[in-house]
């Protein structure tokens, strides 16, 4: 099992600038989430979902977006690039919505 | 008031020490509680579970959860080197629905020195 798996690990995005982060999970975890993690901070969730087909807001969902088509995927789109939302990314996942399980994580830089 | 609070360090001991990581909370409906640490640059591994209060050993770690307190602690005897880590506490509970969701703690830095 490669467990979650997120891509890219890198990216530098200029103000204005869209992006998807993807992640995907081959463990069949009905639950995924997306969370940002900022210098000396916590994780905040972004945005979370219990199935395919559903989706809800978590902390602090302004400025992106997500979608869950299948089981396995979940990507996280950010439409317009802001610097605010340079920070690192985690996805994750669970099966018994509270052992959840972490991807590397996405390193995103807006200039 | 934060939900959950941790003191972020960072926390510098000597090689063999006993740590202790504390983490308070403000929701009486939390039950589920979690240890989770972070290695520099990758993502959080999950440590230590517990329901509920009580303690909870797995070799070198022990997670204790006093519900009345709302106090949580994590303990790491003998640490190692490569116990340099951040370490956060997450929690969930009734009143979360089947979300899953889980309230973390900002993280506490950790450096054991050889």
């Known amino acids: 099992n490669a467990g979650v798996t997120q891509t890219p690990k890198f990216r530098i995005l200029k103000i204005g600038q869209s992006m998807t982060l993807q992640c995907a999970q081959d463990m069949n975890h009905n639950y995924m989430y997306w969370y940002r993690q900022d210098p000396g901070m916590g994780l905040k969730l972004i945005y979370y979902?219990?199935?395919?087909?559903?989706?809800d807001k978590g902390e602090v969902p302004n400025g992106y977006n997500v979608s869950r088509s299948t089981t396995e995927d979940f990507p996280l789109r950010l439409e317009l690039a802001a610097p605010s939302q340079t920070s690192v990314y985690f996805c994750?996942?669970?099966?018994?919505?509270?052992?959840?399980?972490f991807g590397p994580g996405t390193r995103l830089t807006v200039l | 008031q934060k939900e959950v609070e941790q003191d972020p360090g960072p926390l510098s001991v000597p090689e063999g020490a006993i740590v202790s990581l504390n983490c308070t909370y403000s929701?009486?409906?939390?039950?589920?509680f979690m240890w989770y640490r972070q290695y520099s640059r990758k993502g959080p591994e999950l440590l230590m579970y517990?329901?509920?209060?009580g303690n909870k050993e797995d070799g070198r770690f022990t997670a204790q959860v006093d519900k009345s307190s709302k106090y949580i602690s994590l303990f790491i005897r003998d640490s190692q080197p490569s116990d340099s880590a951040t370490y956060l506490c997450?929690?969930?509970?009734?009143?979360?629905?089947?979300?899953?969701?889980?309230?973390f703690g900002q993280g506490t830095t950790l450096q054991v020195k050889p």
């Open positions: 517990t329901y509920s209060s």
């Open positions: 979902s219990v199935g395919a087909g559903i989706t």
């Open positions: 929701n009486s409906a939390f039950q589920y």
């Open positions: 994750a996942s669970s099966y018994n919505h509270n052992e959840q399980f």
């Open positions: 997450a929690m969930s509970g009734i009143g979360f629905g089947n979300t899953g969701k889980l309230i």
